[in-house]
């Protein structure tokens, strides 16, 4: 029964978006709400003006899916669809600064992906300790270090994602991975609310990348990239981090590796050079492998095989565990 309920989850999530997206993108026309090619801006890799509005259809089809196949809500559940209107909305104002040729301030941002985390651990949905190998009891973690801890945790990965988000397919592609790794992982814990969740983002991010692979006719801006590394982030505390051993704390880490290591890069390299860890540049690994030489297709294949094996990785690892 779970089988067919997990294989309506994924359906149902990737036709919502993949109806909706092209609505939406006409509307983006029609209210000027594009991503513009800016001259001399490294980042900008397109030549033609893109819309911006895929993130309402992914929004929509994950929390419309998530309602109608958990038919639960409860404080978690608030503090999630709560906390993706605020993302969802920021990156909004963010994106409607680059129409403009602008750029938004980081404070403002900072200040919601915090705030969004905030909601989400105090419903409940926290880190809050591991299993101690050597003697088996379980570790409870102080109140204040699990509270810094899973903000951290939620905001590092609503970060990264959206860090990723600079190429064509990469973003959607990594998420889509990342979440298929996860779904897996809750399948094998037994955990059936996080693998739900799962499938549902693996659903929306592929009905996203039919229209966002290159060439793109779509993008989702920050709006819907932040948006899906908060749910990400959710999904791992509501999953892999639950009853974890210190071994196991790795899963997560390394269903979401490329992203996760690579702008741990990027910042440290941001912060030795003095500046913003916010401000944008042409440092993370798919425009270096552009200026090594491979074109677009190639780097996004490069990097998808690296998620793919750092999935593997993690799989293996949890399958250690239960041995």
Wanted: charged content about 10%.
């Amino acid at each position: 029964m779970k089988d067919i309920l997990y294989a309506v989850a994924f359906v149902v999530s990737f036709l919502i978006v993949y109806l909706l997206i092209p609505p939406f993108g006409r509307l983006a026309f029609k209210w000027d709400f594009v991503d513009k090619p800016r001259k001399n801006v490294e980042r900008k890799l397109h030549r033609e003006a893109i819309p911006l509005t895929a993130s309402y259809a992914i929004f929509l089809g994950f929390f419309i899916t998530y309602l109608l196949v958990a038919r639960a809500f409860n404080w978690e559940t608030g503090a999630l669809l709560l906390g993706g209107i605020l993302l969802l909305t920021i990156g909004t104002v963010d994106d409607w600064y680059k129409t403009k040729g602008k750029d938004f301030p980081a404070l403002p941002k900072l200040v919601v992906q915090v705030s969004a985390a905030v909601l989400v651990y105090f419903s409940g949905n926290a880190f809050t300790g591991f299993y101690n190998p050597l003697s088996g009891d379980y570790v409870t973690l102080p109140t204040i270090v699990s509270f810094l801890l899973t903000i951290l945790w939620i905001f590092g990965v609503t970060t990264v994602i959206n860090f990723s988000d600079g190429l064509d397919g990469l973003a959607g592609g990594l998420s889509a991975i990342s979440a298929g790794t996860l779904f897996i992982v809750a399948l094998v814990m037994g955990q059936s609310n996080s693998a739900i969740m799962a499938i549902i983002l693996v659903g929306v991010t592929v009905a996203y990348l039919r229209f966002n692979k290159p060439p793109a006719k779509i993008f989702m801006g920050d709006a819907g990239a932040t948006f899906l590394g908060f749910v990400l982030a959710v999904i791992a505390l509501d999953g892999a981090f639950k009853q974890a051993t210190v071994l196991s704390l790795f899963i997560p880490i390394l269903a979401l590796g490329v992203p996760i290591f690579d702008n741990l890069f990027v910042v440290f390299k941001r912060f030795m050079q003095g500046k913003s860890i916010y401000q944008a540049d042409a440092s993370q690994v798919h425009y270096r492998l552009l200026r090594a030489g491979l074109n677009t297709k190639q780097a996004l294949g490069f990097l998808f095989l690296a998620s793919t094996c750092f999935s593997l990785f993690s799989i293996i690892l949890l399958l250690v565990q239960i041995q």
